[in-house]
Antibody, heavy 123, light 108 residues
């Protein structure tokens, strides 16, 4: 059974740092594309970052230069290092598997999600 | 960035109703469109991928259609467990994907 379990959220002051973890089971993180998606309180979904199976990484403009996505293959775990945090980074952060379907094109979608971890940036 | 606009933003309906939610892209995205359902306090759940393909385990009362810039999610006969928020998401501009703002489906 595929499972994703996030941890590491909490209350942090503006300008501070936090590292989120996403422990996977039932599949191999390093063989898949993995993303972080966040949701501010009462708001919609916002894609944050992705790491490809080959190791390439991409970020939303809103977090570029402040957040770093990585993985530990030995622990089958995905991470999000968040630095220089701002109030607008307050959100529930979800990790999700970014699965590719090859039909008439190469379609991708988030087929498995974790339960989310809340990050609150406030003084 | 490709903007995704859903309509309506909220919708009241009754059990047994047929409901349609629309998603419009700011440019053509072919069939690179997915739909998710989210219930309060829970993670989103994939319903439809590639505009019209039903994810395994999702009831057949859910269907998706469209291509280019205009897409619809239809629930043929609303069930009590379908009251939730629905999001569309484009994957045309992968890796920088974007979501619609959501449509909240409430009980009338």
């Amino acid at each position: 059974e595929v499972q994703l379990v996030e941890s590491g959220g909490g209350l942090v002051q503006p300008g501070g740092s936090l590292r989120l973890s996403c422990a996977a089971s039932g599949f191999t993180v390093s063989s898949n594309y993995m993303s972080w998606v966040r949701q501010a309180p009462g708001k919609g979904l916002e894609w944050v970052s992705v790491i490809y199976s080959g190791g390439s990484t991409y970020y939303a403009d809103s977090v570029k230069g402040r957040f770093t996505i990585s993985r530990d293959n030995s622990k089958n775990t995905l991470y999000l290092q968040m630095n220089s945090l701002r109030a607008e980074d307050t959100a529930v952060y979800y990790c999700a598997r970014d699965w590719y379907y090859y039909g008439s094109g190469s379609y991708d979608y988030f087929d498995y999600w974790g339960q989310g971890t809340l990050v609150t940036v406030s003084s | 960035d490709i903007q995704m606009t859903q309509s309506p933003s909220s919708l009241s309906a009754s059990v047994g109703d047929r409901v349609t939610i629309t998603c419009r892209a700011s440019q053509s995205i072919s069939s690179y469109l997915n739909w998710y359902q989210q219930k309060p306090g829970k993670a989103p759940k994939l319903l439809i991928y590639a505009a019209s393909s039903l994810q395994s385990g999702v009831p057949s009362r859910f269907s998706g259609s469209g291509s280019g810039t205009d897409f619809t999610l239809t629930i043929s006969s609303l069930q009590p467990e379908d009251f939730a928020t629905y999001y569309c998401q484009q994957s045309y501009s992968t890796p920088t994907i974007t979501f619609g703002q959501g449509t909240r489906l409430e009980i009338k």
